[in-house]
């Protein structure tokens, strides 16, 4: 199987455990049991796919509760796989600021009321604002910079994946795919090895 078949084979295994979660937002046959949750997040944060990094903010934005593994997948991937450790801090740092940002629009996306709300885990750590600074947005701009500095060949715009991980969540609840993610086959950023360059 060449390297862009397994790349598709992968993506649309992601996709259909995300839909087996409860998240169709990305494009996929069939949804299949996700599995264990850790499992899911550490396989996610795998992924340089703009389309898969974004998967991962709106899964959060989604299911809050998510958020209790992420210190656990931490753990069990920091030493081996400090760069995917990495995209998992800054993925989740994104959905911790998006969810301030669109507090009061994402209740009109899933018909439900507000969530609970996502513990600023990393924030600290990273010399980011606080996650009410402005709504939210002082601290989305800042974890942009941070990640284009320290992931210059990153094949993908931090801060319009972090736009994109909302419209994915819009467009799963209201049942139409997102611009952009509407076929799998479409060309897209290539997804690194588990712990590739950046």
Known sequence: MGGE?????RQGDLAARL????LPVLVHDHPQEPGDLRDLLRDL???????????????????????????AVLRQIEAA????????????????????E??????????????????????AELGLPGPD????????????????????R???????TYESAVELLRAAWLGRPAAGHEDQGEPAAAAGPADGAG
């Open 5 to 9: 078949a397994r790349r598709m084979g």
């Open 19 to 22: 839909a087996g979660f409860g």
């Open 45 to 71: 944060a795998c992924s340089r796919d703009p389309r898969i990094r974004a998967a991962l903010i709106a899964l959060w934005l989604a299911r809050p509760d998510t958020a209790q593994a992420v210190p």
């Open 81 to 100: 796989a400090p760069r995917t450790a990495r995209r998992l801090r800054w993925s989740y740092q994104a959905a911790v600021y998006l969810q301030r």
């Open 102 to 123: 669109w507090r009061h629009t994402i209740p009109l996306f899933t018909g439900e009321p507000c969530r609970a709300e996502l513990p600023d885990l990393f924030g």
């Open 133 to 152: 600074d402005l709504h939210g947005r002082a601290g989305l701009m800042e974890l942009a910079d941070l990640e284009r500095a320290a992931d210059p």
């Open 154 to 160: 990153a094949p993908y715009d931090p801060g319009a």
